[in-house]
């Protein structure tokens, strides 16, 4: 069922590569609720990904675009106000990657170049984008900035390594700027806090099995899957959240406020004993 919600928006898509990405799912919707689209990702990106096909589903303009190059940026944001004949009013940060992950540092032996990309990456490129956005007044007011993500940025998760300083450094940046943009342009930023996704980006953090068995066990309503996020983000951009700026948002089934459940305490009983001494 559509309601209309977007219906004469335009936004911008950044990070869709697959159908398992969250910004996929997060166009779909938006395309669904009547929004103008452009998607945006690495050149790279879009010839390995399947984002061609989302563009068609979508009526989409695909721009690329690295998010961590600021001339990349202005050219991108210079040819989406063009196409749409005016200013956006919603776009999406849906990127992330570190390379100490896929390389298996951990978080006691990072390799500091690639901590560098990780922080660029994913979450210095939200800051580079807003600010291009910012200097080119290319926001409509009222508009809405939501990026993705995740609850490792307050508390620590074995493995999540790396991207959780980064996923800190980009709530800061999405509460810095959003009182800039709000305060002079009436426009929101907030951070979505996603349950552990299924993406190709998360099926790289060490344990992620695991992970999403525990979350799952833990959170009263279960893990919030793909096409959940997409909804949070849909309302994030319509008009029915304009007085929601600088926040972080849960969208976890509740994981984040509970300490011990039922179900994942009975998993932990039964491993109790040989699991007594480990570490």
């Known amino acids: 069922m559509s309601y209309n919600l977007l219906k004469g928006k335009k936004g911008i898509v950044f990070g869709a590569l697959n159908e398992s990405s969250i910004a996929w799912h997060v166009a779909e919707l938006a395309h669904k609720e009547g929004a103008q689209l452009v998607l945006s990702n690495t050149a790279v990106a879009m010839r390995m990904g399947s984002v061609q096909e989302l563009a068609k589903k979508t009526d989409a303009v695909l721009i690329p675009a690295d998010a961590t190059n600021v001339n990349d940026?202005?050219?991108?944001?210079?040819?989406?106000?063009?196409?749409?004949?005016g200013k956006i009013d919603f776009v999406l940060h849906s990127i992330g990657m570190s390379?100490?992950?896929?390389k298996g540092q951990t978080y006691d032996d990072l390799n500091y170049d690639y901590l560098m990309k990780t922080l660029d990456i994913s979450a210095i490129s939200f800051h580079k984008m807003l600010q291009v956005a910012w200097k080119q007044d290319a926001i409509n007011e009222w508009g809405s900035i939501v990026a993705l993500s995740y609850i490792a940025a307050q508390r620590t998760l074995y493995g999540y390594n790396d991207m959780?300083?980064?996923?800190?450094?980009?709530?800061?940046?999405?509460?810095?700027?959003?009182?800039i943009f709000g305060r002079e342009r009436r426009v929101r930023i907030n951070t979505i806090s996603q349950s552990p996704t299924l993406t190709t980006a998360g099926s790289g953090v060490m344990g992620f099995e695991g992970l999403m068995d525990f979350t799952e066990r833990m959170s009263p309503l279960g893990n919030a899957d793909a096409e959940e996020c997409a909804g949070l983000c849909v309302s994030l951009f319509s008009d029915l959240t304009r007085k929601i700026t600088m926040q972080n948002i849960y969208n976890d089934g509740g994981f984040s406020s509970m300490g011990m459940s039922q179900r994942a305490m009975a998993v932990y009983n039964k491993n109790l004993d040989e699991c007594r001494d480990c570490q």
């Open 164 to 179: 959780a300083d980064a996923k800190a450094l980009l709530e800061s940046i999405a509460r810095s700027f959003g009182y």
């Open 73 to 85: 940026l202005n050219e991108l944001f210079k040819k989406a106000t063009e196409h749409f004949g």
């Open 99 to 102: 390379p100490n992950v896929r």
